[in-house]
């Protein structure tokens, strides 16, 4: 514990280096990256870490990965002991049972010492694009975790500042794209070293003791401000439920069942009474589990402070081990965040009632992801795999429409792929791609709408796979807003073979086939006929609302 008593000023200028260097990681890792999911989409995290695994700086990323790169951490010091770690060693882990996440999530981290000293850790994790899964970036339809690719423990992949030639031999062999993904393994190295230099450097120039003492400083700040936060919650316990499709191998609904409990300064998030693990992917480990809470009570609780080692002390997580929230082998998960999504819009739905102000209706909820592989003829028919979330509409709150097209929020700052980058890599062509009418939920506040994509394949042939969630319960509003309209996807629309798929697997399509995906879109809030007409009428010239929504739901005839 620091002594060094510290002014406001220097506490502020150390709160603004940790978080600019992990700013400094991520842009590394960004500009590194070989594959599209990394340096166009973002599909990444990073964090600085403490010598006792606390967050110092965490920089813009994926939400679904808040205060949880410190698991990695963690769980290799109590595996391996304190003296494990030692300088210039980098480490890489993906099992989804201590991550929690699936398996394509590589997570790559390594010690900072200073003067000889352990003072932090630089982490990162970043998804891979294939990593020897029983189909090409990942199976929809697995029933075990081995058919979700290689499960690699806490595993040492630079030694003393060498990089093991055995471990990234080994880990090229079991992806599809083996020279993309040991440049993104290298990327993902560069990344922590670029975090070593930086704690290192922010030490030489304000002292250990200084350091030390700032940040025992901030961890307090925060703590003190989250804790009055739940203070003003009234007491309670506040309950939810709702449910996932299905798993992707039966079409059994699963339940995700949430259960908040708030006592004075504290909050617990009980998930006892969720569902037992499935047989299909939708399972996911306890440490995503409990990140995803941390990301809906972040939703409610302080939104516009960043996390550090103090933002979750108030926060308790329960789960049960066996259930669908803290999965046991041999269960898939490569499909984790879809209960995630789910298990943050019901933390919001439960707190509703007490925090009006801050809740909103649900959101569409699910990554959506279109995944398409096949040979192309534009380079010699080298393997290609197209592999991207799409985007959808949020719940509206009191006082604000819901975000259109915006990635769900278990992702973050994470982005869908341009459209000239797609065009360009991959043998498909982008003919629409637009907001979808009248998929938000209709409120006094108006949900976000889904999207509509229309591709179009112009490779000889192609098998298309598809996740995409929440048609049997789609986003819900609040205080009288209405439902928001489910997903949907249709192979050649209009066509004689017209088909609609939510989930599948490794289906067929071939040259001039069409492919439009449309996402759902966000709950309304408060009783939708309290509209402001100029409003409506805005959105049906926006194309959001079509006139007869209008007239019907709003009360409001535009053609007047």
Known sequence: MATTKIDPITTEIIRSAFT??????????????????????????????????????????????LGNLEICTRLTEEQYGRDVWQPGDVWIMNDSYLTGTHLNDMSVFGPIFHEGELVGFGACRAHWLDVGAKDP????????????????????VVEGGVQRPDVTDLLGRNSRFSYPAIGDLGAQIACVRTGQERLSAIIRRFGRETVDAAREEIFAQTERFERAAVAAIPDGEYTAEGTVDNDGVTDRPVTVRVKVIVRGE???IDLTGTDDMVRGSINCGEAQAVSACRVAYKLLVNPD?????????????????????????????????TPLG?????????????????????????????????LDPRNNDQPWLLFEPTVGGWGAWNGSDGQDGLINNVNGSLKDMAIEVLETKYPVRMLRYGFRTDSGGP???????????????????????????????????????????????VVNPGRP?????????????????????????????????????????????????????ARDVYGVDVTS
């Open 443 to 489: 409120g006094k506040w108006r949900g976000g709408t889904g999207v509509v994509r229309d591709y179009l394949l112009e490779a000889e042939s192609a098998e298309l796979s598809l996740w995409f969630e929440r048609s049997d319960t789609p986003a819900w509003g609040l205080r009288g807003g209405h439902d928001a309209t489910p997903p949907d996807v």
């Open 266 to 268: 504290s909050m617990t």
């Open 305 to 337: 402070n960043p996390p550090d080692g103090g933002a979750f002390r108030p926060l308790d997580v329960k789960v049960r081990p066996g259930s669908l929230l803290a999965a046991a082998p041999p269960a898939p998960c490569q499909w984790y965040f």
């Open 342 to 374: 789910l298990l943050i819009d019901l933390v919001v739905k439960a707190l509703s009632d007490v925090l009006p102000d801050q809740a909103a209706g649900a959101s569409y909820g699910d990554s959506m992801v279109v995944s398409i592989t096949g």
């Open 137 to 156: 970036g990942g199976a929809m339809d697995s029933t075990e975790i081995w058919q979700d690719g290689i499960r690699i423990p806490p595993l040492k």
């Open 20 to 65: 600019a260097a992990a700013d400094e990681m991520n842009a590394t890792l960004i500009r590194s990256a070989y594959t599209p999911v990394i340096y166009e989409m973002k599909d990444c995290s990073v964090a600085l870490l403490s010598a006792d695994h606390r967050i110092l700086g965490q920089s813009a990323g994926l939400p679904i990965f």
């Open 497 to 549: 073979d017209e088909r609609h798929h939510l989930k599948c697997s490794r289906v067929v399509l071939r040259r001039g086939d069409l492919l439009r995906t449309m996402t759902g879109g966000g709950g309304g809030y408060g009783d939708p006929r309290e509209r402001d007409p100029e409003l409506v009428r805005r959105d049906v010239a926006d194309g959001f609302v079509s006139p007869e929504a």
